[in-house]
């Protein structure tokens, strides 16, 4: 079912001529250039910044929800290409983690000090964070126009986080996975569990259109379709 739904995009351009989007994104952060494993090939955190700039760079003052903040380096691209926006970051406390409430295929801990420090040394203005466990959703923030999931990769917090933030999404917003790359679906155990979860969402029918994927990225993008 993921494999007929998955279409490949070969770059931001394209994009942009599919969703009908007038705005060009920024992607300035030195980060995005570095390479310290295999995985990061062909561009990818590049290519990954450059799809989620696209979509916050066209969102037109609409609220957007972030699952994880790690060190906030995507609140802060979110937060730039947005500025209207507000942009709700979420980070699962150290003390859930310490607990083993936050599955198994977590990026990496960070202490409460740790996480966020980057937007929080440039002063973004229009981001506010969140420390909670994605399976509390402790918070009513309103609808949304975009959300990017980045949290625990197991198969059922990603369908999880999945499904609580398409019950705020409104008509047209864009949902976006990371680690998610049909192509490497048998390379990395992560973004097989990433797949898995999707799969099951359109099992579910919690989707019912196309993920659009862009090329060399590690990010999928899904448009909510207008309610029936």
Not at 41 to 47: A, F, G
Not at 112 to 120: E, L, N, T
Not at 130 to 135: K, L, T
Request: hydrophobic fraction near 40%; proline fraction near 5%; glycine fraction near 6%.
């Amino acid at each position: 079912m993921l494999e007929r739904s998955v279409i490949e995009v070969e770059n931001t351009r394209e994009l942009r001529k599919l969703f009908g989007w007038k705005n060009e994104a920024l992607t300035y952060d030195p980060k995005r250039n570095d390479f310290d494993y295999p995985e990061g090939l062909n561009l990818r955190r590049l290519h990954d910044a450059e799809a989620v700039a696209s979509v916050m760079a066209n969102l037109s003052g609409a609220t957007a929800l972030e699952i994880s903040t790690a060190e906030g380096h995507m609140a802060v691209l979110m937060a730039q290409n947005a500025p209207e926006s507000t942009i709700f970051t979420m980070n699962i406390p150290p003390e859930d983690l310490e607990r083993g409430e936050a599955g198994s295929l977590t990026t990496g801990a960070f202490s409460k000090d740790g996480i966020a420090d980057y937007y929080r040394e440039l002063g973004c203005e229009n981001i506010e964070q969140i420390y909670a466990n994605s399976a509390e959703w402790p918070r009513d923030i309103g609808p949304i126009g975009a959300a990017f999931i980045d949290g625990c990769h197991d198969a059922e917090f990603v369908y999880d986080q999945t499904v609580k933030a398409l019950s705020i999404a409104e008509p047209g917003s864009l949902i976006m996975w990371h680690d998610f790359s049909f192509p490497l679906v048998r390379s990395y155990h992560w973004i097989y569990e990433v797949c898995v979860a999707i799969e099951e969402l359109y099992r579910t029918k919690m989707l019912r259109g196309p993920i659009y994927h862009l090329r060399d990225s590690w990010v999928g993008l899904y448009r909510v379709p207008p309610a029936e």
